[in-house]
């Protein structure tokens, strides 16, 4: 099955599951129309990079409150930093980055 059938599926089955989503890719399969899916807390999904996202599902994505960040770019671990409220120059701030990055 070639990217484009893997995905034509991927979004069909995500439209028509009514159960908790775990998607390993969402870079990949999640689209705007699935931004209901964040706010019924039905999704679980790993994004590689934040700018592979379009802007309003990033938006949202980032707006969820259970993120576990793992092996992110400096560029998204500041971005989580902001959007946890941490401030920028301190400690805090430089072990959160450290630590998403890890």
Not at 7 to 20: D, Y
Not at 61 to 81: C, N, Q, R, Y
């Amino acid at each position: 099955m070639g990217d484009f059938d893997a995905l034509i599926l991927g979004l069909f089955l995500i439209g028509h599951f009514k159960g908790q989503l775990v998607i390993p890719d969402g870079g990949f399969y999640l689209r705007d129309t699935h931004l209901s899916l964040i706010r019924e807390q039905r999704l679980v999904a790993g994004v590689n990079f934040l700018s592979e996202l379009s802007p309003k599902l990033r938006n949202s994505v980032l707006l969820i409150d259970e993120k576990i960040a793992s092996g992110t770019t400096f560029e998204d671990a500041g971005v989580l930093a902001d959007f946890a409220r941490v401030p920028r120059g301190t400690n805090a701030f430089n072990s959160f980055v450290d630590q998403a990055m890890y």
